[in-house]
Every structure is written in structure tokens, then in C-alpha cells.
């Protein structure tokens, strides 16, 4: 699958988060070198996949 198509597969959403934890998200993916993007997105797969 080429990278057109992957960035095709996204879809939006958005969050409402309070300011503290916003603010410590970008913090963590600025240490971890990620986008706020790609941190939440492990997140959800980590959580789901301890859900199953």
C-alpha cells in the first residue's frame, strides 16, 4: 500500500482535554520525539489490545 493511500485510510476526530493534560502530552512527545498524533494513536492500540 503506498503512503497516498495510507494518509487516505485516516479519519479525523477530536478530543476535548483539560490544559494539564494536554500540556504533559506534548511534553511526553516532544521527550519521545513523536506527534501528539502518533502518541495518542499507541495509546488507544495499547489500550485496546488489553481490552481484548
Not at 494539564?20 to 492500540?45: G, H, M, P, Y
Amino acid at each position: 500500500m503506498s503512503e497516498d493511500k495510507k494518509k487516505d485510510d485516516k479519519k479525523n476526530t477530536s478530543l476535548r482535554l483539560d490544559k494539564s493534560t494536554l500540556k504533559a502530552l506534548k511534553i511526553r512527545a516532544i521527550e519521545e520525539e513523536v506527534s501528539v498524533q502518533k502518541l495518542i494513536e499507541r495509546l488507544i492500540k495499547d489500550y485496546l489490545k488489553q481490552q481484548a
